[in-house]
């Protein structure tokens, strides 16, 4: 059964940082691309970020992109995304989301996590 | 850049079928993959459709997805419905690195 636990959420104020992680279970984590997608309170699902399997390719959204970093550790079976410059309208619930891996030849989130909320406030 | 969009809310009584639709506002519908995800309140989003039309294990075929190159869209159908599928439900795309999820569509089944 795969699991993907979020932590790292909590409240921090605009221009600090904070880093999420995503411990995962029951699969073999180095086989997978893993995305980051965020909830605004209220607010529709907006993609965040990936990485592939390895770490070798990463891609972010255009609202988070020199701001945000995702990583992954495979001998800790981990991603992470660090976040720094928070803003305000940063404030959602993150979720992690495993893609299909192979023979699947697509990228696209298929598991999720359970989410880690993000409030960012002064 | 594309959108993705979706009728704000759609309702169906139970037992019925329901088809939720996804319009792709430019580049081809059947150029990449779509998927559909349900979020239930208080919920994180579970998949119910992947790669246009395939089922994640555990997912009823109750639930079926499709793509129309003519009107450049995708669709959710559900059939057989249950109150239990009252739900939000996100379509999501992707070209290149530029990835998309739909607005959303609130599905009520009264």
């Known amino acids: 059964q795969v699991q993907l636990v979020e932590s790292g959420g909590g409240v921090v104020q605009p221009g600090r940082s904070l880093r999420l992680s995503c411990a995962a279970s029951g699969l073999t984590f180095s086989n997978y691309g893993m995305h980051w997608v965020r909830q605004a309170p209220g607010k529709g699902l907006e993609w965040v970020a990936v990485?592939?399997?390895?770490?070798?390719?990463?891609f972010y959204a255009d609202s988070v992109k020199g701001r945000f970093t995702v990583s992954r550790d495979n001998s800790k079976n981990t991603l992470y995304l660090q976040m720094n410059s928070l803003r305000v309208e940063d404030t959602a619930v993150y979720y992690c989301?495993?893609?299909?891996?192979?023979?699947?030849?697509?990228?696209?989130?298929?598991?999720w996590g359970q989410g880690t909320l993000v409030t960012v406030s002064s | 850049n594309f959108m993705l969009t979706q009728p704000h809310s759609v309702s169906e009584s139970p037992g019925k079928t329901v088809t939720i639709s996804c319009t792709r506002s430019s580049g081809s519908i059947a150029s990449t993959y779509v998927q559909w995800y349900q979020q239930r309140p208080g919920s994180s989003p579970t998949t119910v459709i992947y790669e246009n039309n395939r089922r994640p294990s555990g997912v009823p075929d109750r639930f079926s997805g499709s793509i129309d190159s003519s009107s450049n869209s995708a669709s959710l159908t559900i059939s057989g419905l249950k109150t239990e599928d009252e739900a939000d439900y996100y379509c999501h795309s992707y070209q290149s690195t530029t990835v998309v999820f739909g607005g959303g569509t609130k599905l009520t089944v009264l």
């Open positions: 989301a495993k893609d299909p891996g192979r023979p699947s030849n697509s990228s696209v989130p298929l598991s």
């Open positions: 990485i592939s399997y390895d770490g070798s390719h990463k």
